[in-house]
């Protein structure tokens, strides 16, 4: 008879169960032990919510208090450290030191760049500049980046650092000296309340205003520049050169993509091209950014690899694996001066330099330590990515990546399997972590596409899967290969190959942008949703354990949360066009007039951009009136007011007028009409409306923007 060993202890059978409080609770405390280093992992976070908050604020705070609260909240929470506080006193304090340092971070980089801002000039002006850069073509023609060298009317001091002018004809090449007839203007404000913030991006880059010729770009005689701007136009020539003869090597369609992939330089993608990358969710492989620093570092450090370990002798003396994360590095780094150094390919080589020097160290490359580090790296030099999308969904997708390859079960290989069932097994495995991956990422950057960029790509998983080993196999190395022996006359076999990829890829983009359903808009969600999304995809990516799914619902925020109501009518910034809700559509009233504003908010609102109908309406050369009250707003879009005959007719035909001059008066007509003018305009810049039982309730940019530098105003650089 078997009998308990002495000293054991044993449950009676009556002994009380634990209660389900008391399991959960335990279940808690063990998943919390578990964490270990893992909670360093929300240093990065809780600095990056420090920048957003700074990001936030309506009015810009002065830098003093913020320095000094980063430097107490650090210098308690290392206090704390020293002296052995436990984890649950340090937690808190490494949090909150790193939120403080984040605000300061943000704000202390926003006093770096800040820079002239062009003032909204009544007419245009004559300025001379270099040509730094060819950047990507906008919807009135191909655009380039100016460094003002002088612009009548304002003085040195006042000149903006850089412009990005719209020029006539081809765009001249960088390092040219250019004399410009055009209009000059601040950088576009938000195209709508809440919308995404144009100028506060160009306030980063220094872009101080946007200019459009009016005549052709003519030579100028400049003095020769500061060696950095010498240097920066040298290499963008360089650049610019390499795009040409990539394009002239693979003809304008096939060659405007490759010349994109490689350089930056999107002067030569078809419109339509553009549309169905987009509409099909293949659109950021023309964007240079994590995908491209991946696969052009690893494949220099595979490479390099294997030509280390193919050489004995070598093999014997060296760590080929060492050598192999410096050859990585010097190509992503090459590749990022290649690139023009955008901010998405400086966040994506950062995050590869992290992963190579981790492999020089000794350390595991692809961890979420090592991500973590990367991003902490990136907010401190550039703060202002937490608001950007593309630091949003990179470093979601690739925490995403990095989670599913630490739960990923690792595989076992048989031994003394016949190649074909081999082949087979490999395929299948391949194709499973092919689809786990598109998914994961895919789910991943879903709450930031949808908020940021309203269209859903129903086919994009399909697409990406058919692509990725076209991108990843051909493209991309065809492309390293090619261009680095185009200087010698050896690169054209590997464009050829590259340019069959870039067609394959075009053509599978078409066909899933035709598929029937293929693009859904979905209107944005509240601003404050985002944040909350964004912590459930965090929490699903660096907590361990079972608890981590407690996130899932807050990651699916931005798809689930109730949507405000529509506005009724949306006024473009200079009141220049304006539209209007009907079902699911949004009515233009000016169709083909900065459609970019009008097709944004739309989107942004969930709705389809149409056309005004031609009937019912009565419009002449400066205004737009419904009629019989059709439709609830009339416009006038003159620089001119109207004669008070004129806005009389407006004020009858709509219960909102939208006047882009300033009146004196009102006319009689217009007693129980709203009626908005340039002095508004100017204020508010862009306005939703929503009309109500008791009248009309309005949302300008300004005041959702607030008072910040990048804003014009008292407090901001473009006053």
């Given at each position: 008879?078997?009998?308990a ?61 913020l ?12 206090w ?26 943000a ?54 650092v ?15 000296p ?100 987009r ?34 002798w ?12 410096v ?83 690792p ?56 692509t ?72 699903l ?33 200079a ?40 009937e ?26 109207p ?77």
């Open positions: 008879m078997a009998r060993s002495e000293g054991a202890a044993l449950i009676p059978p009556d002994a009380p169960k634990p209660s389900l409080a008391e399991r959960i609770r335990d279940g808690v405390r063990k998943e919390i032990g578990t964490q270990g280093l893992r909670w360093r992992l929300w240093a990065p976070v809780a600095f990056g919510a420090g920048a957003a908050v700074y990001f936030a604020l309506k009015q810009e705070p002065p830098v003093q208090p320095v000094v609260a980063a430097g107490i909240a650090t210098g308690l929470w290392l704390a450290r020293r002296h052995g506080w436990g984890r649950a006193a340090t937690l808190p304090l490494m949090l909150l030191a790193c939120l403080a340092l984040g605000l300061a971070a704000k202390l980089r926003t006093d770096r760049v800040t820079a002239p801002i062009a003032p909204a000039f009544e007419a245009p002006v004559t300025l001379e500049a270099w040509v730094m850069d060819v950047d990507s073509p906008g919807e009135r023609g191909h655009r380039v980046v100016l460094a003002p060298v002088w612009i009548r009317g304002l003085t040195p001091e006042a000149t903006p850089r412009l990005r002018a719209t020029v006539r004809g081809d765009p001249p090449i960088p390092g040219t250019v004399r410009l007839f055009a209009i000059l203007n601040p950088p576009p404000p938000p195209a709508s309340p809440g919308a995404y913030d144009f100028g506060r991006n160009a306030f980063y880059q220094r872009l101080g205003g946007t200019a459009f010729a009016l005549s052709d770009t003519r030579p100028a005689d400049l003095s020769s520049p500061p060696w950095p701007v010498r240097l920066t136009m040298a290499v963008n020539a360089v650049r610019f050169g390499l795009a040409r003869r990539i394009v002239d090597r693979l003809g304008t369609r096939t060659g405007g993509i490759a010349a994109a992939m490689t350089t930056g330089h999107e002067t030569w993608i078809a419109r339509e091209d553009l549309d169905a990358m509409d099909s969710g293949l659109a950021h492989i023309l964007s240079i950014s994590g995908l491209h620093m991946a696969i052009v570092g690893g494949f220099a450090f595979f490479s390099v690899r294997l030509g280390v370990a193919a050489w004995p070598l093999a014997l003396r060296v760590s080929g694996k060492k050598i192999a994360a050859a990585g590095l010097v190509a992503v780094w090459s590749y990022l001066v290649l690139s023009g150094a955008p901010a998405p390919a400086q966040r994506a080589a950062i995050t590869a330099s992290v992963a190579f020097a981790a492999i020089l160290l000794d350390r595991q490359a692809i961890t979420m330590q090592a991500l973590a580090v990367a991003a902490m790296v990136v907010l401190i030099l550039q703060p202002e990515a937490i608001v950007t999308p593309g630091f949003q969904m990179s470093f979601a997708a690739t925490a995403a990546l990095v989670a599913l390859a630490e739960v990923w079960p595989r076992i290989r048989e031994l003394s399997v016949p190649w074909p069932i081999a082949a087979l097994q490999n395929a299948r495995h391949w194709l499973t972590l092919a689809v786990m991956a598109s998914l994961v990422a895919g789910a991943a950057t879903g709450p930031f596409a949808v908020q940021h960029f309203n269209r859903a790509a129903m086919y994009g998983l399909v697409a990406n899967l058919l990725s080993p076209i991108a990843d196999f051909v493209m991309m190395p065809a492309l390293a290969l090619g261009v680095l022996l185009e200087p010698v006359g050896l690169g054209g076999p590997f464009l050829w190959g590259a340019g069959q990829g870039v067609d394959a890829m075009l053509a599978v983009g078409h066909w899933t942008a035709r598929l029937p359903g293929a693009v859904r808009t979905i209107a944005s969600a509240p601003d404050y949703v985002l944040p909350i999304a964004f912590l459930g995809v965090l929490i990516c660096l907590w361990r354990g079972r608890m981590r799914w407690l996130g899932l619902p807050f990651a699916c925020a931005v798809l689930v949360w109730p949507r405000a109501p529509t506005p009724t009518v949306w006024i473009g910034d009141g220049t066009n304006a539209a209007f809700s009907a079902g699911d559509q949004a009515v233009v009233v000016r169709p083909g007039v900065r459609t970019f504003a009008s097709d944004l908010w739309s989107r942004r609102r969930g709705l389809t951009a149409v056309p005004r109908p031609v019912g309406w009565t419009c002449e050369r400066y205004g737009c009136a419904p009629g019989g009250e059709a439709a609830p707003v009339a416009l006038w879009w003159g620089t001119r007011a004669d008070e005959g004129a806005l009389a007719d407006l004020c009858r035909s709509a219960p909102l007028v939208a006047v882009r001059a300033e009146i004196a008066a009102l006319p009689a007509a217009c007693a129980d009409r709203l009626v908005l003018d340039g002095v508004d305009f100017a204020r508010g810049g862009a306005v939703e409306l929503w009309r109500t039982r008791s009248g009309w309730r309005a949302v300008w940019t300004a005041d959702v923007r607030g008072q910040r530098p990048w804003s014009p105003g008292p407090s901001g650089s473009g006053e």
